[in-house]
């Protein structure tokens, strides 16, 4: 009798080892997902910034201006693996009616001279959230999600959809970044979307004297 209890206690002892060893290997196979998966970053809004630069063309378009709307509002989700970039995701939406043109912030980010008159800026500021141009009320949103990050030396390659005005297309843009020591990155860059891709005629004013260039330049530093 002395015996079959023993084994009894022993066997009891063995099946709970067993199942805190389970338990600590699941532990162990989870923090490794959760580690591959990559770290959610936060964004220093306060010194980050995303700014739409639109160039003009035409006979006459040195008596135009540039443009330069500065995003108010956006947001950024990323999942960065530090050790494995190539797996990072980025995904940023910003909100349409955010957009503010030639703001002096704007300018200035955009390194443009003195802008036109309030009264003009408060037009082209419609015409830009309107039906012809990104028409806010039935495309609230812009979106730029990353399909792939191709790493190098100082400089990622960052390849995704962008999707505007109910229009998505590819496309592939260089980023610059560094990595301070306290472990945090800063990102910047610029790309080229043309408007015509989504929709959009450029604007054309004094007979197509001066015209809005179908290439819109996109600046970033986050």
């Known amino acids: 009798m002395h015996d079959l209890r023993a084994r009894a206690a022993t066997a009891i002892r063995t099946n709970r080892l067993g199942r805190a060893a389970l338990a600590f290997s699941a532990s162990c196979l989870l923090a490794c997902c959760v580690m591959h ?3 959610s970053y936060n964004v220093d809004y306060a010194k980050s910034h995303l700014l739409v630069i639109t160039d003009k063309t035409g006979l006459f378009s040195f008596a135009g201006h540039a443009h330069a709307a500065l995003a108010r509002e956006w947001s950024l989700e990323s999942t960065i693996d530090a050790s494995n970039l190539e797996a990072s995701r980025v995904t940023i939406t910003i909100p349409v009616s955010s957009l503010v043109i030639d703001s002096a912030e704007a300018r200035r980010l955009a390194g443009l001279g003195p802008g036109p ?4 800026v408060r037009k082209v500021q419609e015409t830009m959230l309107g039906p012809e141009v990104l028409d806010a009320r ?3 949103t812009i979106v730029f999600t990353t399909s792939s990050v191709a790493p190098g030396a100082s400089e990622l390659r960052v390849s995704g959809q962008f999707h505007m005005r109910g229009q998505t297309r590819e496309l592939t843009a260089p980023v610059r970044y560094t990595r301070s020591p306290d472990g945090s ?3 910047s860059g610029e790309f080229q979307i043309r408007q015509t891709d989504f929709g959009i005629k450029p604007v054309s004013v004094g007979l197509g004297t001066v015209n809005v260039k179908n290439e819109v ?4 530093a986050v």
């Open 217 to 220: 330049r996109i600046r970033f």
């Open 117 to 120: 008159s309030p009264s003009d």
């Open 138 to 140: 039935n495309y609230p």
């Open 37 to 39: 998966a990559g770290t």
């Open 185 to 187: 990155f800063a990102f």
